[in-house]
C-alpha cells in the first residue's frame, strides 16, 4: 500500500481519534524519549510532537516510502522527527535509552515467530521504569489478548500495558448470507464486549456508530456491507445491537473480571465479573456452534432472515445451580426476567446467546479455576 493510500484509509476508518487515546495514555513528559516501531507515514509520531514539544520523537519502519512521507510531513509541520530505517527485532538503539515506545497496528503484522525477538528488543531499549504502549487488533484468531500478555509477561513487559481492540463491529446486512441478523448481531456485542473486559482490553473503537460508510459517510450504499456495520440505523433509530451496547456499559462499566468459569459440559462457558449490584456471571452454551446464515438451498445472494423476536438456537441446555433467594436474568438487550430458586437451587436454560445473571455465587473448582455449584 502507498503511504498516500495508507493515510486515506487512516482517515477514512477514523483512526486519528484512537491514536491520540495512545498518546495520552502514554503520559509522555516534557523532555522523554519516544520510539515508534512501525512509524509509517508519521501520524503518531506528529501527535507525539504536538503533545510534548520537547520531547524526542523517533520512528522506526522497514519501508523507506513511508519514512520519506513522515519526513514531508514533519517539515510542513515544522518539527523535529528522527527517522530510521530498521527491522524492529534488530533495533539499532542503545540499551536503556528510551521513555516510552509506542507501536500502532504493526503488533498483529510481525510473524508469531518473531514477537518474542521484537519484544526483548523493545525491554531491552526501555529505561527502567519506561513502558510499551500498543495498539493493536486482539480478535485475529492466531493472537488472542491472552497470548499477547503470555508474550508480554515473558519479555519483562505486563505490567505497564493496556490492550485495546480496534474495529468492532456489528454486520447487519439484512437478508444477507453469512452476515448476522439483528438478533444474532446484538447477542455478539454483549459477548464480545465482555469477553473484551475479561482478556483486560481497555478501549474498543466501535466501526462504526451508525450505518454509513466512513470514506463517503453521506452516500448510501446498501449493497456495500460495511455500509450495515452500525449500531444504528442511518436514519439514527437503534437497532438491537445499540440495546446490547447499552446493556453491556450498565453491567461492565464498573465491573472487576474474577475469572473464567469451567463446567462438566465443555460447550458451557461462563464469565464472573465483580459489580456494585454483586456478582454477575455471564453464561452461555455452544452447542449449536457459532451459527450464522449459512444453511438452506441458496439461489440468490439474499437469506430470508427470521424476525428478531424468533428464538434461532435450537439447542437448550439445562444448568442447575446452588442459588441465593433471588436471580435476576438479563438478556443481550437488557430485558430483565426474575428467577425463583427453590430449595435454594435455580434451573437455567443456556443456548448461543450470552445472558447475565445476578444471585449466582462462582465457587472453586480447584487448580486455580471456578464455577457454580450444582
Known sequence: MSPRSYDWLSRAAGVGD?????????????RATVLEIGAGTGNVLLKVKRAAPGAVAIGLDTNAASLAAAA???????????LDLGDAAHLPYPDAGVDRVLASFVLHH???EQQPAVLHEIRRVLKPGGSLH????????????????????QAGLLDPVQLGEGEAYAPTKPNSWWHDTYRHAAENVLLTLALAKAEGV???????????VLGMPQIA??????????????DLSPKPSLLAYATAARVLDRATFRGHLTFSDPETFGLWFDTPEGPAVV?????????????????????PAPEVWVDPWPTKTHLTVTAGDAVRRLDSIGRSRQLTPAQGRVTLTL??????????????AGSGTHTLAG
Open 202 to 212: 481497555t478501549c474498543v473503537c466501535w466501526y462504526q456508530f451508525h450505518d454509513s
Open 221 to 234: 450504499d446498501p449493497d456495500n456491507v460495511e455500509y450495515h456495520y452500525g449500531l444504528m440505523n442511518r
Open 351 to 364: 443456548d448461543g446467546s450470552p445472558r447475565v445473571f445476578y444471585g449466582l455465587t462462582p465457587v472453586a
Open 110 to 112: 510481525i510473524p508469531d
Open 18 to 30: 484512537a491514536h491520540w487515546q495512545l498518546v495520552a495514555q502514554a503520559a509522555i513528559g516534557p
Open 134 to 153: 500498543l495498539l493493536d487488533f486482539t480478535a485475529a484468531p492466531t493472537r488472542r489478548p491472552r497470548d499477547q500478555r503470555a508474550l508480554l509477561a
Open 283 to 303: 453464561l452461555w452454551n455452544r452447542a449449536d456452534g457459532y451459527l450464522l446464515n449459512t444453511s438452506g438451498e441458496r439461489t440468490d445472494g439474499h437469506f
Open 72 to 82: 514531508r510531513k514533519a517539515v510542513e509541520a515544522g518539527v523535529e522527527l528522527r
